[in-house]
């Protein structure tokens, strides 16, 4: 907490400094005339602290007559009747007006260039109104989509600028939407018509009926076989319905499932395969996953166990030169055993989405791959926390080949080999989570499946 307020007021302090860096300079600049580099140094110093005096003072003075210069030019193509260039130099001299405002300082602003504006903006709205529509007519939507964005910017309750934005903008999307439809590309339609209903607060012509439409006609209603076993061994139960869950996380929006009980197809059939396909089609399957789990294997190492030598660190009270008690580190030979062990499970499934209707291999692949899980850890019949790693020859011996590893990082890795895990894990959870795996890689290759690129 005293250090939150230790940088609050050094930060208080710096701004402090640096608003009187900003006012120094402005008052020098408005010295030499130069009025308008003396408005934005006050600026930034009244930005840096709101309760410069001097700034504030400065910045009325400078300020107004930066404002009335902005005006000059304002009135100067007002009378040259000049519609552009009177439009955005009023906006530049209200924009600067405001912009004093909201820092506290408040300019005199002439009430007559308000009047004036409202009446040449009129005009010069009106004008590119005009072309807007011509250029809407001529079905150049860019480009008047650019001049309604403009109207929009100046004043956004212009006419129906607002409506005729919509229709320059997506009238485009909307027509190329139904051209894919036209062409079967449905998902692209789909996504073409998401997008101006998004954009329209859902309400443009017929696109949402045209959405729903293309949605139906490209959505592929699928069913899912359970996973065949080249033995006993390979059984991994449920394996389709993992695969469904995971591809369902994408949320598709042209994919649905059949039960494939309901579609009434046995694939595992030989004799009968061509007609199952033919019924899912008829029932309403229109692709079919399904593959064979071609190999599980579970491999495990036998248990390695190694003899290893420390030390027992312990304290002994000596009497120093100094005639005081002090505690000296002493060294015990001993032995601990340290244990490793490994368990390697290993899965491969090869899968196939098959089109009901061609009887083409949509989407396909195989996958193959093994996780390692491991143990290692130590056991000592004493107290582990004065256990010291190091080397010797001789347990009674000292020799020069004695070596004690008493540092934080040799002793903190052997006390977390005393801590760590002693068991494998079990075949099931490695199982799960290879098969878990291979359920993500099936579920991205058919949610990637798209048969219009």
């Not at 001529?138 to 005729?164: G, M, R, T």
């Not at 061509?274 to 036998?302: E, F, P, Q, W, Y």
């Amino acid at each position: 907490m005293k250090r939150l307020i230790y940088l609050i007021v050094l930060a208080l302090v710096v701004m402090s400094c640096a608003s009187k860096k900003y006012a120094k300079k402005g008052l020098q600049l408005e010295k030499a005339g130069m009025y308008v580099e003396a408005a934005d140094m006050f600026y930034k110093s009244l930005k840096a602290n709101r309760d410069n005096v001097d700034a504030k003072i400065g910045l009325k003075k400078t300020g107004q007559i930066t404002l009335n210069k902005k005006s000059e030019k304002f009135i100067e193509d007002y009378k040259n009747h000049d519609l552009k260039n009177a439009v955005y130099s009023y906006e530049n001299l209200k924009g600067y007006y405001n912009k004093i405002k909201n820092i506290g300082v408040n300019l005199n602003f002439n009430r007559d260039w308000e009047q004036y504006y409202t009446e040449i903006s009129n005009e010069y709205l009106n004008k590119r109104y005009a072309e807007a529509m011509d250029l809407l007519d001529q079905e150049k939507f860019s480009q008047s989509l650019e001049i309604f964005d403009e109207i929009y910017k100046l004043n956004s309750s212009f006419k129906d600028v607002k409506e005729k934005i919509i229709v320059a903008k997506y009238e485009p999307i909307y027509r190329q939407a139904c051209t894919d439809m036209s062409n079967e590309k449905y998902r692209t339609a789909y996504y073409e018509f998401v997008k101006v209903l998004k954009g329209s607060n859902n309400n443009y012509k017929d696109a949402a009926q045209y959405k729903r439409e293309s949605r139906e006609k490209a959505t592929i209603v699928m069913s899912i076989y359970p996973f065949s076993f080249a033995t006993i061994e390979y059984n991994m139960g449920g394996f389709g319905e993992k695969v469904q869950a995971q591809i369902e996380t994408y949320r598709n929006p042209f994919i649905s499932f059949k039960n494939y009980a309901e579609a009434n197809i046995n694939l595992r059939n030989k004799w009968t395969r061509v007609a199952d396909i033919k019924k899912a089609r008829k029932n309403g399957v229109l692709a079919v996953l399904t593959g064979d789990i071609t190999r599980l294997d579970i491999r495990k190492s036998r248990l390695i166990r190694e003899k290893k030598k420390g030390y027992i660190k312990t304290y002994k009270t000596v009497i120093g030169k100094d005639g005081k008690k002090h505690k000296k580190a002493q060294y015990t030979k001993t032995y601990y055993y340290e244990y490793s062990r490994s368990k390697t499970v290993e899965l491969a499934v090869s899968y196939a989405l098959v089109s009901t209707e061609s009887g083409i291999t949509l989407a396909s692949g195989v996958f193959d791959k093994a996780i390692t899980d491991r143990v290692n850890y130590i056991t000592f019949d004493g107290d582990y926390k004065k256990l010291v790693p190091g080397y010797w020859t001789s347990k009674y011996l000292s020799t020069t080949k004695d070596q004690i590893y008493d540092n934080r990082s040799s002793v903190n890795h052997l006390r977390s080999l005393y801590k760590a895990r002693r068991q494998l894990k079990g075949d099931l959870n490695l199982k799960d989570v290879l098969s878990l795996e291979a359920a993500k890689v099936i579920a991205n290759k058919v949610n990637n499946y798209n048969p219009e690129r």
